[in-house]
């Protein structure tokens, strides 16, 4: 018949084991949340680098309107004040 403190280290054993289970069982997805972690860091990296290259078209469209207009005005100025 086993003694109170075989049982006891039993106990603990299985315990330590089910604690074990359980816990594997918890971080089983954690390589796959670990990939998605990537997979959005390098998207958020694209956009950065999208969004940059976008702001810098934004401003060229800008400048070359504001140019499209004040060239016609100077060239009317031109030859109203020259003349």
């Known amino acids: ?11 603990t054993l299985m315990t330590m084991g ?3 289970a359980r816990i594997e069982a918890n971080t089983a997805g954690l390589h796959h949340t670990d990939r998605t972690a990537v997979e ?4 958020s990296q ?3 680098e999208d969004i940059k290259q ?3 078209q ?3 469209s800008f400048r070359t309107a504001i140019t499209a207009v004040l060239i ?3 060239i009317y100025l031109f ?3 020259v003349k």
């Open 46 to 48: 694209q956009n950065t």
């Open 79 to 81: 030859q109203t004040f």
């Open 1 to 11: 018949m086993p003694d109170k403190e075989e049982v006891n280290v039993m106990q």
């Open 54 to 56: 976008i702001k810098s």
């Open 40 to 43: 959005a860091l390098n998207q």
């Open 18 to 20: 089910e604690r074990l």
């Open 58 to 60: 934004s401003q060229w």
């Open 72 to 74: 016609p005005i100077a």
